[in-house]
C-alpha cells in the first residue's frame, strides 16, 4: 500500500485531526480518547498477567506438594 501511494499523481493529505493543528479541541478530544482507551485496556491486560503468573505459581507449588507426598509414601 505505501508503495502505491508513492505513485498517485495527486497529493496525498493527512485527516483533518491529523493535519490540523495539535491543540485544537478535535485533537484533544482524540488524546483523550485514546488515554481513556489505554486506561481500560492495560489494566485488563495486567489482570490477565497477574492471573496466569497466579496460575504458573499455584500448579509450581501442587507439583511440589505432590513431590514431597511421594517422597513420604
Do not use: Q
Not at 495527486?10 to 489505554?38: E, H, Q, R
Not at 504458573?56 to 511421594?70: D, G, M, P, Y
Request: charge should be neutral; include cysteine.
Amino acid at each position: 500500500m505505501p508503495a502505491l501511494a508513492l505513485f498517485t499523481p495527486v497529493k496525498l493529505f493527512a485527516c483533518a485531526t491529523c493535519y490540523g493543528a495539535s491543540d485544537s479541541p478535535m485533537a484533544d478530544g482524540m488524546n483523550w480518547g485514546i488515554f481513556t482507551l489505554l486506561g481500560i485496556v492495560v489494566p485488563v491486560l495486567v489482570s490477565f498477567l497477574c492471573f496466569f503468573i497466579y496460575l504458573i505459581r499455584k500448579s509450581e507449588a501442587l507439583a511440589k506438594a505432590a513431590e514431597k507426598i511421594s517422597s513420604d509414601a
